[in-house]
């Protein structure tokens, strides 16, 4: 059964720094280009980041460029979000999800994934 599991999440002061991951299992993640998603409240869901299954190709939104790094590790079916210099705005819920056979490019649009992990709250306050 393919699955994502995100974690990492929690409470960080403002300008503090988290990192997310987001482990794959029942299926190999290097197939699949991972992309980062975040939904606040009262808010639509937003793509973050992504990376392609080569690695090779990342994108940002323009409102974490800077802050968030995004990689993989393939021999350890993982996913990672550093996420720097976070913000009260970058509070949300954060999902990863995983776009099969996209190996060269990604997209940080929503409707190109396939799976979805249940997401991790990120909380920003002080």
């Known amino acids: 059964q393919l699955q994502l599991v995100e974690s990492g999440g929690g409470l960080v002061q403002p300008g503090g720094s988290l990192r997310l991951s987001c482990a794959a299992s029942g299926f190999a993640l290097n197939y699949y280009a991972i992309g980062w998603f975040r939904q606040a409240p009262g808010k639509e869901r937003e793509g973050v980041s992504c990376?392609?299954?080569?690695?090779?190709?990342?994108n940002y939104a323009d409102s974490v460029k800077g802050r968030f790094t995004i990689s993989r590790s393939n021999a350890k079916n993982t996913v990672y979000l550093q996420m720097n210099s976070l913000k009260p705005e970058d509070t949300a819920v954060y999902y990863c999800?995983?776009?099969?056979?996209?190996?060269?490019?990604?997209?940080?649009?929503?409707?190109?994934?396939?799976?979805w992990g249940q997401g991790t709250q990120v909380t920003v306050s002080s």
């Open positions: 999800a995983a776009d099969k056979g996209r190996h060269w490019a990604c997209t940080v649009q929503a409707d190109a994934y396939d799976y």
């Open positions: 990376i392609s299954g080569s690695g090779a190709s990342t």
